[in-house]
C-alpha cells in the first residue's frame, strides 16, 4: 500500500489478536438480573436479537467470504457498523433507513423490515474474483479486467441458502421475487446511493468501485434501506493515486478492502468446493484489520477508537435498548 501506515494502530491490532479480544459473539451474554435476554439469531458477519418492537444487530469480528467463515479480525465488527452509521446518515435524504441508534461500537438498533429476497449489486468496473462477478461472467467480452465501464451498472442477485446466483430484471419478475414498483424503488435508490457513496470517496482519495445494497419494508410498507452501506464487507475500494498507472503496467489497482484476502484462499484452496480450509495467516489478519480501520478514519474523517473486545458490554448494551 502507498498511503501511510500508523504503527500504532497496527500495535493496538495485533495486541487484539494475539489476545484472542475479536468479538465472535459467542460470549455475548445476558444478566437475567439486568431484563430480558433476546435469543440469538446468527448470521454470517451479523447476529440479530429480536427486541419486539425493533431488532438488536451485533456486528461481529467474523469474516465471510465465498459464503462461508474465513477468519475472526480485530475491530471489523466496529469499523463496519460505525462505517454504516456513517453513510445512512448521509444517504438518509435518498431513501429512509432501518438504523434507529447505535448505542455500542458493535451494536445498532433497528426498525423492524421485512427484508427484499435480492441483493442490489452496483458496479462501476470490470473486476471481481467471484463466481457471481462480472469479470468471471463477461472476461471473454473484450473489455480488460479492472476497466472503468461506460456507465454503472446494477447486477441484482438472489439471497439463497446454498449459493446467491445472478439473476435478471426480468427473471426477478416471472419468478416472483418482487413486484416491478418495488424494483424500480429499490434500483433507482441503490443507483443514487451508489453515486453519493462514488462522490464522496473521490473527495477522499478513493475509487468505491462496486457494492451491493439491500432493502425492505417496515411496518408501515415503506421501503427502507437495510443492513449495511458501503463498507468494506460489502464494497470494493481501490487507491485513486494510482490507479492508472497500475493498470498501464498491468498490475492489480490498489485496495483497501477485504479484496487481498480473498485472493489469499483462492490461491492457498478452492474456497468453494474444500471442506476444510487453511487458516488465514496472522499478518494477512491483523493487515486487513489496519485497512478496515484506515479506511474508516478516511471515509469519515473521524479517528477511530478502539474498543476492547468485551462482550459484556455488547450485551448490556442490547438490555438497556429493549
Known amino acids: 500500500m502507498t498511503e501511510s501506515i500508523n504503527q500504532a494502530h497496527v500495535d493496538k491490532i495485533v495486541a487484539a489478536y494475539d489476545a484472542s479480544l475479536q468479538i465472535t459473539g459467542d460470549n455475548v451474554v445476558f444478566d437475567a438480573a439486568k431484563g430480558v435476554a433476546p435469543v440469538r439469531l446468527t448470521g454470517k ?125 426480468a427473471e426477478i419478475m416471472s419468478e416472483g421475487w418482487m413486484k416491478q414498483e418495488d424494483f424500480d424503488v429499490c434500483a433507482k435508490a441503490a443507483l443514487t446511493v451508489f453515486a453519493k457513496g462514488q462522490e464522496i470517496a473521490a473527495e477522499r482519495g478513493l475509487i468505491l468501485v462496486d457494492t451491493k445494497y439491500e432493502f425492505g419494508k417496515d411496518e408501515n410498507g415503506v421501503i427502507n434501506l437495510i443492513d449495511e452501506v458501503n463498507t468494506p464487507d460489502s464494497s470494493r475500494y481501490w487507491l485513486a493515486n494510482s490507479y492508472k498507472e497500475r493498470i498501464a503496467a498491468g498490475k492489480e489497482p490498489e485496495n483497501i478492502d477485504k479484496e487481498f484476502l480473498r485472493l489469499w484462499f483462492r490461491d492457498n484452496c478452492d474456497p468453494y468446493k474444500d471442506e476444510v480450509i487453511p487458516d488465514a495467516p496472522k499478518d494477512l489478519v491483523v493487515e486487513l484489520s489496519r485497512r478496515y480501520v484506515k479506511l474508516y478514519e478516511t471515509i469519515t474523517g473521524k479517528e477511530f477508537e478502539f474498543q476492547k473486545g468485551a462482550e459484556g458490554a455488547v450485551a448490556e448494551a442490547i438490555q438497556k435498548s429493549v
Open 45 to 169: 458477519v451479523r447476529d440479530r436479537y429480536d427486541l419486539a418492537t425493533k431488532l438488536a444487530l451485533v456486528t461481529t469480528d467474523r469474516q465471510s467470504g465465498f459464503d462461508r467463515h474465513l477468519a475472526s479480525v480485530p475491530f471489523k465488527g466496529q469499523v463496519l457498523n460505525l462505517t454504516s452509521a456513517y453513510w445512512f446518515e448521509l444517504t438518509k435524504d435518498i431513501i429512509p433507513n432501518h438504523l434507529l441508534s447505535v448505542p455500542h461500537p458493535n451494536v445498532s438498533i433497528v426498525k423492524k423490515c421485512t427484508p427484499f429476497p435480492i441483493e442490489f449489486v452496483v458496479r462501476s468496473y470490470m473486476t471481481g474474483s467471484t463466481s457471481t462477478s462480472i469479470w468471471k461472467n463477461y472476461q471473454d467480452g473484450g473489455m480488460k479486467k479492472n476497466e472503468k465501464l461506460a456507465k454503472t451498472i446494477l447486477t441484482p442477485t438472489t439471497k439463497e441458502e446454498e449459493h446467491d446466483r445472478p439473476i435478471s430484471e
